[in-house]
């Protein structure tokens, strides 16, 4: 079965660094997402992605973070300097049609510990 | 300061019993509601969606039960085993202000199958 995959599976950074998350949606899907959780609580949004572009951001998603997808295969999170609140999982997800016509499907996610 | 992660609501059942997680929703104009597993050190793993022209679906030994009156989300698990032992959230997308993209998720319900 197809999965969205995740790397690094833990990301360890300085404060003040920048740091980048990978994703590899499912290969026929349209809709990208990245969700964070932090520890102990629910899972968030934080923006959606259709046709090169941003569809809808969260409050979450401000101007220290960007979204690319530098490929046909490859969906980035990038956080420009860290704070130490950005210590989360970083979940990616992607869907194949609007994510109310269809499901969206989880990466295993990305631990990043902010030092 | 420290953050307080949310107190999980538990539910312990015994092998080959049947389980029903509940979930309240807050969006009366929530259109698609999903519900997902989560094991440790994992990412949601999608098990079954109900739209609101519905008000039950089944699946394979789970069933999805939606009272839109009171706005709740009822997930039943028919004999259950160990390895559905995990954390379920409901998921809905909220259909307010044209936002069809993101998922809002519930806090969770650890179940706990003893064998």
């Known amino acids: 079965e197809p999965e969205v995959t995740q790397t690094p599976s833990h990301q360890v950074t300085q404060m003040g660094q920048e740091v980048i998350l990978r994703c590899v949606p499912i290969s026929n899907h349209l809709y990208f997402y990245w969700y964070r959780q932090i520890l102990g609580q629910k899972v968030e949004f934080l923006v959606s992605?259709?046709?090169?572009?941003?569809?809808?951001k969260s409050e979450i998603f401000d101007d220290q973070f960007s979204v690319e997808r530098p490929d046909g295969s490859n969906f980035t999170l990038k956080i420009r300097s860290t704070k130490l609140e950005d210590s989360a999982m970083y979940f990616c997800a992607s869907s194949g049609q609007g994510a109310d016509n269809q499901p969206q499907h989880f990466g295993d996610g990305t631990r990043l510990s902010i030092l | 300061g420290e953050s307080v992660g949310l107190h999980l609501p538990t539910l312990s059942v015994q092998e080959g019993d049947n389980s029903i997680i509940n979930c309240a929703y807050s969006n009366s104009a929530s259109d698609y509601f999903i519900w997902y597993k989560q094991e440790s050190g994992k990412g949601p793993q999608f098990i079954i969606d109900i739209r609101s022209n519905m008000d039950k679906r089944q699946g394979q030994r789970v069933t999805v039960l939606l009272n839109k009156t009171v706005k709740h989300l009822s997930l039943q698990i028919a004999a259950t085993q160990p390895g559905d032992s995990a954390v379920y959230f409901c998921?809905?997308?909220?259909?307010?202000?044209?936002?069809?993209?993101?998922?809002?998720f519930g806090k969770g319900t650890l179940l706990t199958v003893n064998p």
């Open positions: 992605f259709y046709n090169n572009e941003i569809s809808e």
């Open positions: 998921a809905e997308i909220p259909n307010s202000g044209g936002s069809n993209y993101k998922l809002t």
